[in-house]
């Protein structure tokens, strides 16, 4: 069984035996969706909440909550897979400086897992878990051919979703 691993602002796919990981989640999401029918999955590990403009869309879908649903949808129909036979999990979204610092910029966090919810929520996809918010970083491990996600804080808490 090998890890393909999602960088910063990606998303990928995978069917068994693959799982999909990203690692260093803090104020990042990782929005996954699963076809349990047709055992694929997907993971986006997304930096912002919204593509202010379409010419970002391009540059990379992953990147934001808004494009990486839109693109991993795109992809799910592209193999006959529509948005009504997906469900999602998303984890991350912390607060890594938590009272350290004041402002609208600070709360990148919570703007990410919001976004994440209302484009799921746009494509009708199913939110049957989450582990979000918070002060700890995450890492994630999806495993395709069962749609478990395993979350890994930097305290040493495992959960699994």
Same mark, same amino acid.
């Not at 989640?25 to 047709?38: Q, R």
């Not at 129909?77 to 610092?101: C, T, W």
């Not at 996809?125 to 994630?140: F, K, M, N, P």
């Given at each position: /069984?090998?890890? #393909? ?25 990782? #929005? ?6 047709? @055992? #694929?999955?997907? /993971? ?12 970002? &869309? ?13 693109? /991993?949808?795109?992809?799910?129909? @592209?193999? &006959? #897979? %529509? ?6 999990? @998303?984890?991350?979204?912390? &607060? ?5 610092? /004041? %402002? ?20 009708? @996809? ?10 700890? %970083? ?24």
């Amino acid at each position: /069984m090998s890890h #393909i691993v999602v960088g910063i602002a990606e998303f990928k796919f995978a069917e068994p035996p693959h799982k999909l990981v990203t690692y260093g989640l803090g104020s990042c999401v990782a #929005i996954t969706c699963y076809a349990k029918e047709a @055992i #694929i999955g997907s /993971m986006a590990h997304v930096l912002l909440p919204h593509a202010y403009s379409s010419s970002h &869309d391009n540059e990379a879908p992953g990147k934001f909550a808004d494009s990486a649903v839109a693109a /991993m949808v795109q992809q799910m129909e @592209i193999r &006959d #897979i %529509g948005p009504s036979r997906l469900i999602a999990k @998303i984890a991350g979204g912390a &607060d890594m400086f938590a009272g350290q610092f /004041m %402002g609208s910029d600070r709360c990148i966090g919570a703007r990410n897992i919001l976004a994440a919810r209302k484009a799921l929520d746009k494509f009708g @996809i199913r939110l049957v878990a989450q582990d979000v918010g918070g002060t700890a %970083g995450r890492t994630v491990e999806f495993a395709t051919e069962s749609g478990l996600l395993v979350v890994r804080t930097l305290r040493g808490e495992v959960k699994q979703l």
